[in-house]
């Protein structure tokens, strides 16, 4: 769809008015910098898919997301932490 389609009659246009009362807000992720040792060939993975795909915010995001993914995944599986 290209500009010209949209249909912008239901949304009302954003004035000077608007503007002087809005605020930015900044998410304020909870992540804690760490240092972790990752094999050369996985790391470089990461860095070049992030490269590579510019909807990626960055290869430490990815990893951050692919662990994520796979928390999520194993507490859905009903599995606990295991502690060593």
Known sequence: ?????????????LD??????AK??????AT???SIRVDTETLEWFRNT????????GYQTLIND??????????SKGETSHES
Do not use: C, W
């Open 1 to 13: 769809m290209s500009d010209e389609d949209i249909d912008y009659s239901d949304i009302p246009e």
């Open 16 to 21: 000077e008015e608007f503007f002087k009362g």
């Open 24 to 29: 930015l807000v900044k998410r304020k992720p």
């Open 32 to 34: 804690e910098s760490i």
């Open 50 to 57: 992030a490269k590579n795909n510019p909807e990626i915010r």
């Open 66 to 75: 692919v662990l994520r993914t796979y928390v999520a995944h194993q507490v």
